[in-house]
């Protein structure tokens, strides 16, 4: 397998050095599942880290009308119909999940990782708030499945924070069980088997971004990020999250958990997840996970989504793969 980059130099005339020739570079590199393009930039401090201290302000001024706080969550929130949960709400541990009242797909939940929890900075994302969060999720996307067996594509996603999409503050995930894919899982799936196959092996091998895992989960930092920071992590056996596993749920959680702390230690406040299911017991197709850093939470902040990540699909980031791998160590081969 080959992971194809291109340097591509230019030059300007620098106003700093008197106008004198100044070369400068640019990288391109090409994912090895999908073909998607990515440009890596040198360092100009395009993610500037998050504020503590304004995320937890912020948490402050939303919470007296926080619809996901204890105080209202019960009578605020709709509930799942029965043939889906028989209790109109599923809940593991602090988790809670109820349907979203803006469906995105077929099926649509919202899953709080505590009422309790308005504020839940990248580092209080304990495995354990993770994990349960997550199988709840995996708990319902099971039921919808069953109840409609064409809505095969199931997702769980999360927008952390508000620079990363979410509307509410309080930390979410989000969960989608669709009949037809979204574009990114519909490439994903039509990737061959093997393909993933060498493309773990080759990045086993090569040892420079992978990350390691338990026994279930691998994880990596991304050749090609589709945004800053990117973390991808692939569950070899299962091809949905309707099929994971309680251990698989735990282990992923772990994981997931080891990611948000390793973003909290770069500085960063707020990430987008997506965990891309394809149907059920599609032959070969290993469970693929990705997040990515958005811009921190501060007034007039800058949104790492430009004309490149929205409109040409191509990510341009400042952030390198391989001091994102650095910077992780040997923390996701940990046992928790
Ligand atoms: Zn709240």
Same mark, same amino acid.
């Given at each position: 397998?080959?992971?194809? %980059?291109?340097?591509?130099?230019?030059?300007?005339?620098?106003?700093?050095?008197?106008?004198?020739?100044?070369?400068?570079?640019?990288?391109?590199?090409?994912?090895?599942?999908?073909?998607?393009?990515?440009?890596?930039?040198?360092?100009?401090?395009?993610?500037?880290?998050?504020?503590?201290?304004?995320?937890? *302000? =912020?948490?402050?001024?939303?919470?007296?009308?926080?619809?996901?706080?204890?105080?209202? !969550?019960?009578?605020?929130?709709?509930?799942?119909?029965?043939?889906?949960?028989?209790?109109? %709400?599923?809940?593991?541990?602090?988790?809670?999940?109820? @349907?979203?009242?803006?469906?995105?797909?077929?099926? +649509?939940?919202?899953?709080?990782?505590?009422?309790?929890?308005?504020?839940?900075?990248?580092?209080?994302?304990?495995?354990?708030?993770? *994990?349960?969060?997550?199988?709840?999720?995996?708990?319902?996307?099971?039921?919808?499945?069953?109840?409609?067996?064409?809505?095969?594509?199931? +997702?769980?996603?999360?927008?952390?924070?508000?620079? +990363?999409?979410?509307?509410?503050?309080? @930390?979410?995930?989000?969960? !989608?069980?669709?009949?037809?894919?979204?574009?990114?899982?519909?490439?994903?799936?039509?990737?061959?088997?093997?393909?993933?196959?060498?493309? =773990?092996?080759?990045?086993?091998?090569?040892?420079?971004?992978?990350?390691?895992?338990?026994?279930?989960?691998?994880?990596?930092?991304?050749?090609?990020?589709?945004?800053? /920071?990117? &973390?991808?992590?692939?569950?070899?056996?299962?091809?949905?999250? #309707?099929?994971?596993?309680?251990?698989?749920?735990?282990?992923?959680?772990?994981?997931?958990?080891?990611? *948000?702390?390793?973003? !909290?230690? =770069?500085?960063?406040?707020?990430?987008?997840?997506?965990?891309?299911?394809?149907?059920?017991?599609?032959?070969?197709?290993? &469970?693929?996970?990705?997040?990515?850093?958005?811009?921190?939470?501060?007034?007039?902040?800058?949104?790492?989504?430009? /004309?490149?990540?929205?409109?040409?699909?191509?990510?341009?980031?400042?952030?390198?793969?391989?001091?994102? #791998?650095?910077? #992780?160590?040997?923390?996701?081969?940990?046992?928790?």
């Amino acid at each position: 397998m080959e992971f194809r %980059r291109w340097i591509i130099d230019g030059e300007i005339l620098d106003p700093e050095r008197g106008f004198e020739p100044r070369a400068l570079r640019v990288e391109v590199r090409e994912d090895p599942l999908t073909g998607h393009t990515a440009r890596l930039l040198s360092a100009a401090g395009l993610l500037p880290p998050q504020d503590p201290d304004e995320l937890r *302000a =912020l948490g402050e001024r939303t919470r007296a009308g926080c619809p996901f706080c204890p105080e209202r !969550a019960e009578a605020a929130t709709p509930k799942l119909p029965a043939e889906i949960a028989p209790e109109g %709400r599923i809940r593991r541990g602090e988790a809670l999940l109820f @349907p979203n009242l803006l469906p995105y797909a077929r099926f +649509s939940s919202v899953s709080l990782y505590s009422p309790e929890r308005h504020v839940l900075a990248l580092d209080e994302l304990t495995p354990r708030l993770v *994990a349960d969060n997550l199988a709840a999720q995996v708990a319902w996307a099971r039921a919808c499945v069953e109840a409609d067996p064409s809505a095969g594509w199931v +997702s769980i996603n999360a927008n952390h924070m508000l620079p +990363s999409g979410s509307s509410i503050f309080h @930390p979410h995930l989000q969960g !989608a069980v669709n009949p037809v894919p979204t574009t990114m899982q519909r490439l994903l799936a039509q990737v061959p088997a093997g393909r993933f196959r060498d493309y =773990l092996a080759h990045e086993r091998a090569e040892g420079v971004r992978y990350l390691g895992g338990r026994a279930r989960v691998e994880w990596l930092a991304s050749f090609a990020p589709l945004g800053p /920071c990117e &973390l991808r992590a692939f569950v070899p056996g299962v091809a949905s999250p #309707a099929s994971l596993d309680e251990e698989t749920v735990e282990e992923l959680g772990a994981g997931v958990a080891t990611a *948000a702390g390793l973003y !909290a230690e =770069l500085g960063y406040g707020s990430f987008n997840l997506a965990l891309y299911g394809a149907p059920p017991g599609t032959d070969g197709y290993p &469970l693929n996970l990705r997040m990515i850093c958005r811009s921190s939470l501060t007034p007039f902040y800058r949104s790492d989504a430009t /004309c490149l990540e929205r409109l040409h699909w191509e990510a341009a980031i400042d952030t390198s793969p391989e001091e994102l #791998a650095r910077a #992780a160590g040997d923390r996701f081969t940990k046992p928790g």
